[in-house]
């Protein structure tokens, strides 16, 4: 479900034809159940083509393509569970070839022992950022979309870094739009699990606001255009089954919905 836009908010998607899997990926902003197709990408101002066509007639995919996916660790203090409070945003990196799109299946790696889901607002870059402060970076705020930050939690614990536990492929389902021009302090998150509401908080409670974890990003990572950060997951976290169907909701932005499947 994709809410409909309130004159304030722009939605923008990537899609292709759903009936040819070898068919050219394009951007598109969406209007009344009406997608316009756009010759660029929209960072840089929309530039509209003429061709339309219907929603239900279109397979969404990740509404980026980003250089690096930057994510957060621990920024909800429901998700601590016993630890302490970071001073600073905990860092780490997914993979670009993590990310698949809305209806796209989450893939069980075969030695994988403990698949979580980590239902999260991803915050997407609209412009070239580096070392801006926190009351700079609202201007570098593109849009929001919702994430599923999937992890292998034994992975975590095995590894020396988090990134194959976090970065492997389909382990960074995205969408289903991009929305931009709103409000994304205080926007509704929630994951469910075969319908089962598992996460239900709000982004107002991120230990870190989104303008602080790009301030300190940026002092070390030169942010482009299409760069997204997925912000962190509240309270608590379960194991992922073949069969099962994860949601990911907020607020504004629609519903992410992806199948698990074994490898």
């Given at each position: 479900?994709?809410?409909?836009?309130?004159?304030?908010?722009?939605?923008?998607?990537?899609?292709?034809?759903?009936?040819?899997?070898?068919?050219?990926?394009?951007?598109?902003?969406?209007?009344?159940?009406?997608?316009?197709?756009?010759?660029?990408?929209?960072?840089?101002?929309?530039?509209?083509?003429?061709?339309?066509?219907?929603?239900?007639?279109?397979?969404?995919?990740?509404?980026?393509?980003?250089?690096?996916?930057?994510?957060?660790?621990?920024?909800?203090?429901?998700?601590?569970?016993?630890?302490?409070?970071?001073?600073?945003?905990?860092?780490?990196?997914?993979?670009?070839?993590?990310?698949?799109?809305?209806?796209?299946?989450?893939?069980?790696?075969?030695?994988?022992?403990?698949?979580?889901?980590?239902?999260?607002l991803v915050i997407i870059i609209g412009k070239l950022t580096r070392n801006v402060t926190t009351e700079e970076a609202s201007e570098h705020v593109f849009g929001v979309t919702a994430g599923n930050d999937v992890s292998e939690r034994a992975w975590q614990d095995q590894d020396l870094q988090?990134?194959?536990?976090?970065?492997?492929?389909?382990?960074?389902?995205?969408?289903?739009?991009?929305?931009?021009?709103?409000?994304?302090?205080?926007?509704?998150?929630?994951?469910?699990?075969?319908?089962?509401?598992?996460?239900?908080?709000?982004?107002?409670?991120?230990?870190?606001?989104?303008?602080?974890?790009?301030?300190?990003?940026?002092?070390?990572?030169?942010?482009?255009?299409?760069?997204?950060?997925?912000?962190?997951?509240?309270?608590?976290?379960?194991?992922?089954?073949?069969?099962?169907?994860?949601?990911?909701?907020?607020?504004?932005?629609?519903?992410?919905?992806?199948?698990?499947?074994?490898?």
């Amino acid at each position: 479900m994709i809410p409909e836009s309130t004159g304030v908010t722009k939605r923008y998607i990537r899609y292709t034809n759903p009936t040819d899997v070898s068919s050219t990926p394009h951007w598109g902003v969406l209007e009344d159940g009406t997608v316009e197709e756009l010759a660029l990408e929209p960072f840089d101002g929309e530039q509209r083509t003429g061709t339309q066509t219907r929603l239900e007639e279109v397979r969404l995919l990740a509404p980026t393509t980003p250089s690096k996916i930057l994510a957060v660790g621990r920024n909800f203090r429901s998700h601590l569970h016993g630890h302490e409070a970071p001073s600073e945003p905990g860092l780490f990196a997914k993979m670009p070839s993590s990310l698949i799109g809305p209806g796209d299946p989450i893939v069980i790696p075969p030695d994988a022992e403990d698949l979580h889901f980590e239902g999260e607002l991803v915050i997407i870059i609209g412009k070239l950022t580096r070392n801006v402060t926190t009351e700079e970076a609202s201007e570098h705020v593109f849009g929001v979309t919702a994430g599923n930050d999937v992890s292998e939690r034994a992975w975590q614990d095995q590894d020396l870094q988090w990134l194959r536990a976090k970065g492997s492929d389909s382990f960074g389902p995205m969408g289903p739009v991009l929305v931009s021009g709103g409000d994304y302090d205080d926007l509704l998150i929630e994951t469910r699990v075969n319908g089962e509401t598992l996460q239900s908080e709000r982004s107002g409670d991120l230990i870190f606001p989104v303008e602080e974890v790009i301030s300190f990003a940026s002092r070390y990572f030169t942010l482009l255009p299409g760069d997204a950060i997925y912000t962190g997951t509240p309270g608590s976290t379960s194991a992922l089954n073949p069969g099962d169907r994860v949601e990911v909701e907020v607020e504004g932005v629609g519903t992410l919905e992806n199948p698990v499947v074994a490898a």
